[in-house]
T-cell receptor, first 112, second 113 residues
Framework: GQSLEQPSEVTAVEGAIVQINCTYQ??????LSWYQQHDGGAPTFLSY????GLEETGRFSSFLSRSDSYGYLLLQELQMKDSASYFC?????????????FGSGTKLNVKP | EAQVTQNPRYLITVTGKKLTVTCSQN?????MSWYRQDPGLGLRQIYY???????DKGDVPEGYKVSRKEKRNFPLILESPSPNQTSLYFC????????????FGPGTRLTVT
């Protein structure tokens, strides 16, 4: 089966750096993506890694190691508005169709 | 404005009463999907569609039906809702095979009593 594991909750202070890890077990791995969801809102896409290495988008970076089945989301210069839940997701190819699997989410609490 | 819309946003219903949650996107996306979100379980895919008349089961399809007669619409049908289908439902769309970026609708909070 497919499974993704990420910490349930992380707390950090404003201005700091935080890393949210994600380990996965899937067949036919197609890439790791990250989504942000504020309370009461819809998930919004943050980043995606298909190949090993670091992808940077402003204050957010995402890393993937396919050999370790591991990735992380790095948030720098934390702001209060970054308080949200963060989900990793994999796209898994199966029988010429495509399914998405999400982790259970990491709730990030940013404190002043 | 590019968007995914869902209706209704909130729904309280009783066990066994058929209901439909509509989903529509205006981005000409090929791929559409339904998810349910429950505390501690993240998002779980119910059904997805690669294009018109092409649908397939996700991880938790039991008790749900979908159809894709037009590219823009992807309704979710609960023919006989049960209390364990009380959840927050999201519709999403993306451009298709090469895309990893899904655009989510605002969600539908369903309560089945």
């Amino acid at each position: 089966g497919q499974s993704l594991e990420q910490p349930s909750e992380v707390t950090a202070v404003e201005g700091a750096i935080v890393q949210i890890n994600c380990t996965y077990q899937t067949s036919g791995f197609y890439g790791l993506s990250w989504y942000q969801q504020h309370d009461g809102g819809a998930p919004t896409f943050l980043s995606y890694n298909a190949l090993d290495g670091l992808e940077e988008t402003g204050r957010f970076s995402s890393f993937l190691s396919r050999s370790d089945s591991y990735g992380y989301l790095l948030l720098q210069e934390l702001q209060m508005k970054d308080s949200a839940s963060y989900f990793c997701a994999v796209r898994d190819r199966e029988y010429n169709f495509n399914k998405f699997y999400f982790g259970s989410g990491t709730k990030l609490n940013v404190k002043p | 404005e590019a968007q995914v819309t869902q209706n209704p946003r909130y729904l309280i219903t009783v066990t066994g009463k058929k209901l439909t949650v509509t989903c529509s996107q205006n981005m000409n996306h090929e791929y559409m999907s339904w998810y349910r979100q429950d505390p501690g379980l993240g998002l779980r895919q119910i059904y997805y569609s690669m294009n018109v008349e092409v649908t397939d089961k996700g991880d938790v399809p039991e008790g749900y039906k979908v159809s894709r007669k037009e590219k823009r619409n992807f309704p979710l049908i609960l023919e006989s809702p049960s209390p364990n289908q009380t959840s927050l439902y999201f519709c999403a769309s993306s451009t298709g095979l090469a895309s990893y970026e899904q655009y989510f609708g605002p969600g539908t909070r369903l309560t089945v009593t």
